[in-house]
């Protein structure tokens, strides 16, 4: 099995069990049939990338947090903390040179 696809499988079913949806309801918001979220889940069939954008939005998050638990809060939180540790230092340093 793919690192990626354990990766994603985990999650998946991290994200769907926090947000109590069964398989069969996941299914149906995808459209597809509850077999292939469980073949999903049990790595015997791999998503499209339509399916992963489409079970990301049953889920209400971003498709990359099914590859990445999190990453994008993790990317909003990096741009937040350099912001506010970066900014106040580029401004003195302005303010210095100029």
């Known amino acids: 099995m793919i690192a990626f696809q354990e990766e994603f499988v985990k999650n998946l079913k991290y ?3 926090e947000k109590k949806i069964s398989q ?3 299914a149906e918001a995808c459209e597809c049939a ?3 979220i469980g073949c999903i889940e ?3 069939q791999l998503p499209s990338f339509e399916m992963i ?3 990301a939005a049953a889920l209400k998050i971003h498709p990359a947090d099914l590859f990445l638990r999190n990453a994008s809060t993790t ?3 990096t741009k937040k903390l350099l912001r506010k ?3 106040p230092q580029i401004d003195e340093f ?3 040179r100029l």
């Open 75 to 77: 990317v909003s939180n």
């Open 42 to 44: 049990i790595c015997r």
């Open 24 to 26: 069969e309801k996941l």
């Open 53 to 55: 954008v489409k079970i």
């Open 94 to 96: 302005i303010e210095k």
């Open 85 to 87: 540790e970066l900014l």
């Open 34 to 36: 509850t077999a292939t």
């Open 15 to 17: 994200y769907r069990t």
